[in-house]
Structure formats: C-alpha cells, structure tokens
C-alpha cells in the first residue's frame, strides 16, 4: 500500500492537450512535491606443464564455463492477490476519458499520446499487466469491434495515486494518402491503423485511442490481463529492459513504483537500466521522467537511449536498441549470468533477434548454448517477452 508519492505529471499547454489540463494539474501539484513534464515540441587456452625428476608431461587444458544452475524462486505469477479478467467483452467497466495529451513533438513520425481513463478502483491491476479497449460503433460488416489489447503505461496506483485511474501509451499513425494529403487515424470513412502494444489494429468507425477522444468520453474496458510481464519480486534484482516505441508503456509503470513511489512493503534496492529505441529524438517518451529519476538514484537506475535516425556506432551503423546494448555486450553478458538478473522486452520482434545475435559469440565463450540458456532463463522468468 503506497503511504506517499514523490512525483508527478504536469502537461503541457499545447493545442493536443484537454481543455481539463489546468485542473488536473492543479490537482496533481497538491498530491506531489517533484514535477515532470511531458516534452512539448520533443521531441557493450591455458596450457599446464608439470615436471617431476625424469619424467615430463605437457598438457593443455581448455576449460568451459558451466551455465549457471538455476536457483528455483516464487512465481511472481501465483500471487493471490493478480486479478485477471474481472471484465469481460459481455460484461465490461465503463471508464471515462480524464486526460489525453500528446507527447510526441511534431516534426516526428507519428503521434505517441498518454491517455488517463478513470476507473474509479473497480480495475484493480499490476505493474506489466494490460488492458482491453473495445471502441464504439461498428466495423465495415456492421459488426461490434473487437477489444485491442494495450499495456498499461501506469502503476497499480495510477498516475494521480489514487488507485482509481489507468494510464495508456497510444500511437496514432499518421501518414499521406494516394492524393498526397496527410491522413490521420481518425476519419470515420477511411481505413485507417493504430498501434497499440501488441501490433498494428484496423479501425473503420468510432473513436479511435488518439488525439479526438475527448475529456469526458466513455471508454470501454475489460480486463485486466498478463502475467508475463509483471514485475519480480526480488527488491534487489536487477532489471533490464528493452523497449521500442510504446513498448515503453510496461516500464514507465515499473519505474514509477521503483523511483517516484513510497511503498510500505516495497524498496527498490537493485540496478533498473533501461534501453529506449525510437527513430527521433522528438519521439523519446517519458524522456523527462527518465532523467529525473536518474537524477534521483543515479546508482539505481541506468537509462540509454537508442535514436535510429540520428545515431550511429563507430561503425557508422544505424543505433538500433540492439546496437546501443553491443556497446555493452560483455557488461550484460556477465548480468545474464547471475540468478537475480530479469529480461523484460516489449515492442518490435526484430529486436530480440538483434539480441540473440550479439550473446550468441558471448555465450560460446563460455562454453554455452545461448538459445538453450535462454530458455532455462524463460523458465525461471527472467527472460519475459511481448513483441509484435
């Protein structure tokens, strides 16, 4: 049970914020005493001789690195207290719409907004479990839309710390037609696409989760569910964790219980380092959340970003979230080894190939099978995935 929070959102001033920003903020400054803001224009054969008298023997000796052995844990997925499904398609929470503002600048590809629906604590979810949202109206054969699946990008507390809102990371992709007009995902006559944690979802009519679901607005929600992706319970272990665009959602919600929360049962005391790979640095989400919580735990928290379109290696490669971690191979390598070291990865599914490649070469070192080690960490949960 949180007793107190140190942090808070304050949103910014611009035309894709709600008209209720003022008294959300208001209402924000009076629960926390450190401010965030959204950006608002943001944008790693030994040989042996032994002699005795007369007699010489040489030998060479190579000796391989066993894979480490497993020390079995609690699941983090049989704790009594995970609700999952409470609501269903047939018998959903009607939620409402409390904030939605975009984060992303506005010369990058695409609209990333943060969404806050309320929920009124009848939604009672865990840090890395999602959300269902079913839109209204219908699709092109006259049918009820089907739920889209989204990862919830706030803490079990929510953003305000009240247990009775939940927080969403929504892109709105936003792209020119064959008559060379921009096209956002909203027009109500078109086809269009939105992305949501778990890939690309087709909309033909009603709201879509961006900038035109206004303050106010019902929302549909069913759920919670997933129990992949919810924190360990080891307050010392250390966390790594790789995400792409609003894959980031996952570990905003993480990093807030760890750094911008007071728990009376919980106390990070571990390593969190995060890899964010986006294409712009004015598509960097949370980025100002980030730095603030470096700057409040710098020997807890390590944060790297990875800008694709405006980065490179020595190389001259693209930095891709798997070439910024390169950078860090061995450092990593020796954290995978280790029985408190926890993977989550959530976002594009090209990554987690980029990844393999890297502690393939690594592994072998060692004298181990990357791909069968993984899946002992799979095993033990500390290798955790949601890609698309």
């Known amino acids: 049970m949180a007793t107190s929070l140190t942090a808070a959102v304050s949103l910014p001033s611009s035309k894709s914020s709600s008209s209720s920003t003022s008294a959300l903020s208001s209402r924000t400054s009076s629960i926390f005493s450190d401010r965030i803001s959204f950006p ?165 009519s009603g709201y879509n989760l961006d900038g035109d679901l206004k303050p106010g607005s019902e929302v549909t929600i069913t759920g919670p569910i997933g129990k992949e992706m919810l924190m360990p319970k080891d307050p010392n272990a250390t966390i790594i964790m790789l995400g792409t665009g609003t894959g980031i959602a996952p570990f905003r919600s993480f990093l807030w219980k760890m750094f911008f929360e007071k728990h009376e049962n919980y106390k990070f005391n571990g390593l969190a380092w995060l890899f964010l790979g986006v294409p712009t640095s004015s598509s960097l989400l949370y980025k100002e959340e980030f730095e603030l919580m470096k700057e409040k735990a710098p020997e807890n928290f390590r944060l790297d970003f990875a800008v694709s379109r405006e980065q490179t290696n020595d190389k001259g490669e693209k930095m891709y979230i798997q070439t910024r971690m390169a950078q860090y191979a061995e450092e990593l390598w020796e954290l995978l080894k280790k029985d408190n070291t926890f993977v989550y990865m959530c976002g594009l599914k090209g990554m987690e190939k980029g990844i393999d490649d890297i502690m393939v070469s690594l592994a072998a070192k060692d004298g181990i099978d990357w791909l069968e080690y993984k899946r002992t960490l799979k095993k033990a949960e500390q290798w955790n995935v949601e890609v698309y």
């Not at 409470?86 to 990333?112: S, V």
């Not at 943060?114 to 009848?122: C, I, K, L, S």
């Not at 929504?170 to 909203?186: A, C, F, H, S």
Request: proline letters at 5%; a neutral charge.
């Open 40 to 204: 608002k224009n943001s944008a790693y054969t030994g040989g042996i001789s032994v002699s005795n008298n007369a007699v010489t023997i040489t030998s060479q000796v190579t000796t391989t690195e066993a894979a480490p052995v497993k020390v079995e844990k609690i699941s983090k997925k049989d704790d009594e207290g995970i609700v999952v499904n409470k609501f269903k398609p047939k018998n959903p929470y009607i939620g409402r719409c409390l904030l939605n503002t975009k984060i992303t600048g506005d010369d990058a590809p695409g609209e990333t907004w943060h969404m806050v629906f309320t929920t009124e604590g009848e939604v009672p979810y865990r840090e890395g479990q999602s959300i269902g949202i079913i839109p209204e109206g219908v699709d092109k054969n006259g049918k009820p839309h089907k739920l889209r699946l989204y990862s919830i990008a706030s803490s079990a507390i929510g953003d305000f710390g009240d247990s009775k809102t939940v927080s969403l990371c929504v892109k709105r992709l936003v792209y020119t037609n064959d008559q060379g007009e921009e096209v956002k995902g909203d027009e109500a006559s078109i086809l269009n696409y939105m992305h949501c944690n778990y890939g690309p979802l087709m909309l033909y």
